[in-house]
């Protein structure tokens, strides 16, 4: 199998066998949000949209005047035009976030964003006069039993994603020209069944073969008493606006 439909299967199978310790699910403040700050007279842009979780799962075309998602994976961007078949006033595009992107400044009235790499200079430029900036990131210390053996894993996907402190991610947005609205940290355990459920998670995300040759290291992650592994994931929702 090619690289692309490595990735495409990937996306298209759900990992199961995870457990979150307390049973929370991440996404909740991040696609409330997305949600309650739609109007029908705003229109949205996604970036590193994948396979347009964000957009479909929250039904965006139907709470935005207009939806544009982009990531730098053309095969993502073509899963995610199947997918909007027949939506009218949706778009997706192949672009680079973290370069400039081709639209013009004040396009957008809110900017979503779900662990993608981003350049917050550039998502200011594109949104309008007070417009949101949501992302729901991984903070430093988020899988840290894991990048304790696999450090590149701190550079998800691509490009220039790293995991930042609060206050340093906090610092960043300010000096790009945004106001914190509201930020939710969440610090949670997940339980990976066994090791190839890890395995299969993180490749994944990671869009390549992480683990392969380095079984020694993975069996170094500490098991409980049952056999399963836990990993620490903290994450943050930060929501700010344009001044
Ligand atoms: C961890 S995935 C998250 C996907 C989606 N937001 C979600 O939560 O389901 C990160 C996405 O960012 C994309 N990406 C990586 N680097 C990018 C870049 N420089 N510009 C745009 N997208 C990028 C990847 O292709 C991938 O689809």
């Not at 106001?179 to 610090?187: G, L, N, P, S």
């Amino acid at each position: 199998m090619d690289e692309k439909h490595v990735i495409l299967d990937a996306w298209r199978k759900k990992v199961e066998g995870i457990q979150s310790d307390p049973p929370i699910d991440y996404k909740t403040v991040f696609n409330e949000t997305v949600r309650n700050i739609g109007d029908v007279k705003y229109s949205l842009l996604d970036i590193g949209t994948g396979a347009g979780r964000v957009i479909f799962e929250n039904n965006l075309n139907k709470l935005y005047r207009k939806v544009v998602g982009i990531d730098i994976r053309p095969e993502m961007i073509e899963l995610c035009k199947e997918s909007s078949k027949g939506m009218k006033n949706v778009e997706f595009f192949v672009m680079d976030a973290t370069k400039q992107m081709t639209f013009k400044p004040g396009s957008f009235d809110v900017v979503s964003a779900m662990f993608p790499p981003f350049n917050p200079s550039e998502i200011n430029r594109v949104l309008s006069p007070g417009g949101y900036f949501i992302l729901l990131s991984s903070l430093k210390g988020d899988h840290k039993e894991v990048v304790k053996y696999f450090p590149e894993l701190e550079r998800f996907s691509s490009g220039n994603y790293s995991f930042t402190t609060l206050k340093a991610l906090s610092r960043n947005l300010r000096n790009s020209g945004f106001k914190i609205v509201a930020t939710t940290a969440m610090k949670y355990k997940w339980i990976f069944r066994d090791e190839e459920v890890l395995k299969r998670w993180y490749e994944k995300v990671a869009f390549r073969r992480i683990f392969d040759g380095s079984e020694e290291k993975l069996a170094s992650l500490r098991r409980n008493i049952d056999g399963k592994i836990t990993i620490t994931r903290f994450l943050c929702t930060t929501v700010a606006r344009k001044h």
